[in-house]
Nanobody
Framework: QVQLVESGGGLVQTGGSLRLSCAAS????????VGWFRQAPGKEREFVAA???????YYADSVKGRFTISRDSAKNTVYLLMNSLKPEDAARYLC?????????????????WGQGTQVTVSS
């Protein structure tokens, strides 16, 4: 069992930055593939970024060049650094993990989920 807790969300102006954290407990997080997803009201859950056990990273086209996913194995934590934020980035951001991923982009592929952290971007 893996427990995930996200933090770091908040209110930021357009063009600003935030760093989200996903802290894991219960298992060695570095053995898991981890993804960040986001969901805005009335919209489907959307893939944002993922980091594999191999440390390969994957990004949605909408965030490439602006967001960076990284892992700190010593802290059992995965981060999402978000730069140049836009109003369309506003959503609840959720962290997810799976022991072995067959599709980093699909939320249905992940086994464990956190409760999420809210990101609001003012224009």
């Amino acid at each position: 069992q893996v427990q995930l807790v996200e933090s770091g969300g908040g209110l930021v102006q357009t063009g600003g930055s935030l760093r989200l954290s996903c802290a894991a407990s219960g298992r060695t997080f570095s053995n898991y593939d981890v993804g960040w997803f986001r969901q805005a009201p009335g919209k489907e859950r959307e893939f944002v970024a993922a980091v594999a056990r191999s440390s390969n990273t994957y990004y949605a086209d909408s965030v490439k060049g602006r967001f960076t996913i990284s892992r700190d194995s010593a802290k059992n934590t995965v981060y999402l650094l978000m730069n140049s934020l836009k109003p369309e980035d506003a959503a609840r951001y959720l962290c997810a993990a799976v022991y072995y991923s067959t599709n980093y982009y699909s939320p249905g592929n992940y086994e464990y989920w956190g409760q999420g952290t809210q990101v609001t971007v003012s224009s």
